[in-house]
């Protein structure tokens, strides 16, 4: 079996897909086709696999091909040695992971040198042999023959011996994968309070002195606890019981000398083996460990913030309407962003109804004017400091409007990432007159007209709805949070005519360069007036078109099927469908019933399959239709604007801004996020958070606890009105490996969430 087949089955069983489909879609991939179109323009090639399947995919097949590099290296590199044998060469051959086959190549690998090269060179190592065939005779009493220049006594003699055997040891490939699976199974990982860092590291109290089993700690609580040892407030251990754990780790090791008896041969290789474990291997195996928590812990941080982002990408768009953008402040004043339905800027201005200059009167008369001035139909308030405050002076003014005037909706919009637009290279060509506070006010606005086409201008990380972003790996971050932009926007769809060039950057085929092409030839030209004429842009090969044409939208254009979904490859075979129902193309698009009698296998042939004819059909009932939800928003409630203003009990509706492993944080309106613990979710034991909730939700909350000196406030979405999380958590079992020594129980709600407290719940959303 050569490599390419060899990694070809090996995804195959990943993804749970055929041979074929893994070998199809491979040969899309590496002719340059996008995630996107193969999903959705190449299911009879690849068997129907879906754009999850096609990234797991792609992510697999870099690895593995790395890995089969990796092993052609180092045979290549045995083999220049003259040491390749054929169990050697089965052995790389069989190895399935990086970390199996670094093990193996250890004895062959170029390294510096050596106690143990020492050794040998003093002619200690046939003493070893000597001590390993004859164990009935004293180590001692052998050593004593190997004494010369070099080796001064029988102490050095024993202790080179001693050297080589551990040397060995630690480049046996099938111990350390006997250790590394023990390690696995059964470590501790224990964190320790720095001393004298209690009041620095207080945000970290419940992990001063924290055990858990390694194997199940969640990756919330490890990533705390590596932030922690990060600030030097924690030092980590990552090791065996002490009192049973240690000596079976020993006895792995002597296990790999063989049968040991009771000689004094064997007591001394038994206590070689011993010493091998507390000053080599302990060490090798808790940097392996500490290397595989932090990548786990990573990966699931990295997941948790794609699935968080993209629900907010796929947020339900309020549409084109009208809209006021409120960016609130209290001394530099709110300011005012009103755009028309297209999103185009039409007016701005600086309000200042608080202190210290307290022009209530003033800001409700601008506010009003422009209400009336524009039409406008939506008011965002961003969701910062003096929210409440800023959306209280709204309600005023929609009170007070003018007969006839229709109010406007308020909607309180998370401003996360704002700032971060209006000082970007992107809002100063976009805007280049605007004051930089006044671009936020703008982008406040059209995220709540189309939260994909604003939020994209953003760096996802900037985002803020993952946890401890920044602590993880920046490049499979970034790498993971692009693929999760792409598929929503190429999942929604984009308007050639009025998307931006950020927008169009994502789209299956593009890019910054074509995207900035395609802006400055409708520019130039005006509108596309069809998808054919995009092959009109510079840079826009044959290639490129055939990627992007299918995620291209032109509403009221020449050709009905450009609205469409309907990829123009398959235009004819949409006619034909068309004309069989004996009607015009404009008539039957949206009308399902028209559709009715149509059998898809009647159109199948050579070029399309099945598939992609229930697709189009699909797409002829309800043409460029939007999969995101319709438009919702969450209604504060009077009165409760800040912490203080809570009270047990209390009933609220808030919207999600952020899901973790451990719950989901909802905004109520009181500038501070309050958590529903998973426990507290629903009225049945809840695994994964996301079961329930998504980023974007509007979900019924009640008031459990307060804490307003830490900033944390309790939330309960059961029906019971939250039985506490003590007894919640009893129902869901053990969640980790108890703590030893006098340690004192804490709620299980504070466990859960352990030392992110008040951290957590600001940090989170703004890394």
Known sequence: MDATDRIARTIATEISATLAQVIAATGLLDGGATVPFVARYRKEITGGLDDTQLRNLAERLAYLRELEARRAAIVDSIKGQGKLTDDLARAIAGAQTKATLEDIYLPYKPKRRTKAMIARENGLEPLLRAIQDDRAVAPEALASGYLSDTVADVKAALDGARDILVEELSENATLLGRLRDFMQSEAIIHARLVEGKEQVGAKFSDYFDQREKWSTIPAHRALAILRAAKEEVLTIDIAPEPETGVARAEGIVAAALGRLGDGPGDAWLRKVAGWCWRVRLSNTMYIDLLTELRARAHAEAIRVFARNLRDLLLASPAGARPTIGLDPGIRTGVKLAAVDATGKLVATETLYPFPPKSDLRGAEAALAAAIVKHGIELIAIGNGTASRETERMVTDVLKRLPAGVKAPVKVIVSEAGASVYSASELAAKEFPGLDVSLRGAVSIARRLQDPLAELVKVPPESIGVGQYQHDVDQRQLAKTLEAVVEDAVNAVGVDLNTASAPLLAHVAGLGPSLAQNIVAHRDAEGAFASRAALKKVTGLGPRAFEQCAGFLRIRDGKEPLDASSVHPEAY???????????????????????????????????????????????????????????????????????????????????????????????????????????????????????????????????????????????????????????????????????????????????QEVGGLGAALLNAMRKG
């Open 572 to 750: 004819g075979v949409a006619r034909k469908i068309v004309a069989a129902c004996g009607r015009d193309i404009r008539q039957i698009m949206g009308d399902g019933s028209a559709l009715k009698s149509v059998r898809a296998e009647a159109f199948v042939d050579d070029s399309f399959g099945l598939p992609t004819i229930r697709d189009i059909l699909s797409e002829l009932e309800k043409p460029g239709r939007d999969p995101r939800p319709s438009f919702v928003t969450a209604s504060f409630a009077d009165g409760v604007e800040d912490i203080k203003d809570l009270r047990p009990g209390m009933a609220l509706e808030g919207t999600v801004t952020n899901v973790a492993a451990f719950g989901a944080f909802v905004d109520i309106g009181v500038h501070q996020d309050g958590l529903v613990h998973i426990s507290q979710l629903a009225d049945r034991f809840v695994k994964d958070p996301n079961e329930v909730v998504k980023v974007g939700d509007v979900v019924k909350v009640r008031v459990t606890e307060v804490d307003v000196a830490r900033k944390r406030i309790g939330l309960t979405m059961r029906k019971d009105g939250g039985a506490s999380a003590r007894e919640a958590q009893t129902e869901r079992g053990p969640k980790s490996a108890p703590a030893r020594g006098p340690k004192t129980a804490k709620p299980a709600a504070q």
